[in-house]
Nanobody, 125 residues
Framework: QVQLVESGGGLVQAGGSLRLSCAAS????????GGWFRQAPGKAREFVAAIDWNGGRTYYVDSVKGRFTVSRDNSKNTVSLQMNNLKAEDTAIYYC??????????????????WGQGTQVTVSL
């Protein structure tokens, strides 16, 4: 199994930046796609960004393109989400996820089998 632990959430003013990190417990993470989702209170969990198993391709929801960057370092078993120019509507709990490399519908929750515990991101005006 893949165990995922997130860190880096917090409170930031609009226009600021945060970097989220997702650490996997085992070497097997290098064979998985990595995804980021977010969920605001009372709303459905939303796809944010993904990176394929070898880091060659990235994917983003339109609302974060140009502001967020997803990356991974398989030597450290980590996936990161750099969030710049944050907006109030980015406030949510952010979850990292891992799924088999063959499941390439990156925006779909069903493509991910393992999930982190979530980390709160709050953007103030």
């Amino acid at each position: 199994q893949v165990q995922l632990v997130e860190s880096g959430g917090g409170l930031v003013q609009a226009g600021g930046s945060l970097r989220l990190s997702c650490a996997a417990s085992g070497r097997a993470f290098s064979s998985y796609n990595g995804g980021w989702f977010r969920q605001a209170p009372g709303k459905a969990r939303e796809f944010v960004a993904a990176i394929d198993w070898n880091g060659g391709r990235t994917y983003y929801v339109d609302s974060v393109k140009g502001r967020f960057t997803v990356s991974r370092d398989n030597s450290k078993n980590t996936v990161s989400l750099q969030m710049n120019n944050l907006k109030a509507e980015d406030t949510a709990i952010y979850y990292c996820a891992a799924g088999p490399y063959s499941l390439t519908q990156f925006e779909e929750r069903s493509s991910y089998f393992y999930w982190g515990q979530g980390t709160q991101v709050t953007v103030s005006l």
